[in-house]
């Protein structure tokens, strides 16, 4: 079993059975995902990266808005994109964020998402009406109503 597979260690300080904040700065690439316990896959073709900014974020995926945690669970709100909201439980493993959660439809995901390099310096987030932008250091995700892209600097 792998490290990725195991169940994740809890962050100091954090509650049993529950989850932690997201950072609130960062620029995270997912290493892989499990769906209904399935295997850990990810496509290398097509990498999902995710910017964190204060309380906004952006997915490469084709959606950004906003943040919030309610002490054991993220709540990302889809402002831009894709609609909806995902919900899912952070833990630390080492310097990768596991999140766990269950899908509108039921089903359930496990995703590794590894610490991108070139996170530092400054970052901000951009919105109009139809679009959300969001840049942490060389690292930026544009979002609209077709798709998301991703860009490095």
């Known amino acids: 079993m792998t490290a990725a597979e195991r169940e994740p260690q809890q962050e100091s300080g954090s509650e049993p059975g529950g989850g932690v904040p997201v950072p609130e700065r960062g620029a995270w690439l ?3 995902i499990s769906r209904d316990g399935g295997p850990l896959v990810e496509d290398g073709d097509d990498p999902v990266v995710w910017l964190q900014a204060g309380p906004y974020y952006a997915d490469s995926r084709g959606f950004a808005g906003t943040t919030s945690f309610d002490g054991t669970q993220v709540r990302f709100h889809h402002l831009t994109g894709e609609p909806g909201d995902d919900t899912g439980t952070f833990r630390w493993d080492g310097p990768n ?12 995901f496990l995703e590794i998402w590894t610490p991108l390099p070139g996170a530092d310096g400054g970052a901000d987030s951009w919105s109009g009406p139809d679009h959300h932008v969001v840049r942490v250091g060389r ?8 798709a998301g892209t991703y860009w490095r600097l």
């Open 97 to 108: 964020l596991v999140e766990r959660g269950t899908n509108p439809d039921g089903s359930t």
């Open 139 to 146: 690292h930026v995700v544009h979002v609209d109503s077709r």
């Open 30 to 32: 997912r290493r892989g």
